[in-house]
């Protein structure tokens, strides 16, 4: 869906008009208008309020243009359900919720992270444990958080 439809329904779904939404995010009447026509779209800091004021992230208001992944464990983040939060409530889109959790992260060490990957991840391949640890090992080294 694209950022104008979302914007509209998000805010019809809360009742608001365009004015309210306007005195919630800072903003004008019209820009919300000109937002909702698609003529213009909200800059970066009034996305981070809409992110707040409607519980969604931003990669989900700008219609999701970017595939998530977890940059701990390398999940794929295809919910806002899925995507880790501030302290303060915002969604931090770099992580999952098991990996960070209200400023902090879950796993102290990518070999905390491996242990926990051996346990849990099923191995249909039948690999050996140190083959299966080299592999997780090798893709989780190329994610933000280990590198």
């Not at 008009?17 to 800091?45: C, F, I, Y």
């Amino acid at each position: 869906m694209e950022m104008k439809q979302l914007l509209k329904q998000l805010r019809e779904a809360r009742n608001l008009t365009q004015t309210e939404l306007a005195q919630r995010v800072l903003v004008t009447r019209q820009a919300v208008s000109r937002w909702e026509t698609g003529e213009t779209q909200p800059n970066t800091e009034t996305l981070k309020l809409l992110s707040r004021e409607f519980d969604v992230s931003i990669n989900t208001l700008l219609g999701s243009p970017r595939a998530l992944v977890c940059q701990c464990c390398g999940m794929p983040l295809g919910e806002d359900g899925q995507i880790s939060r501030e302290p303060d409530g915002s969604f931090n889109e770099d992580y999952c919720k098991w990996c960070y959790t209200d400023g902090a992260f879950t796993y102290k060490s990518k070999d905390a992270l491996l242990d926990f990957l051996m346990g849990h991840m099923p191995n249909p391949e039948n690999l050996s444990d140190e083959a299966r640890r080299s592999s997780y090992d090798g893709y989780l080294s190329g994610l933000k958080h280990w590198k």
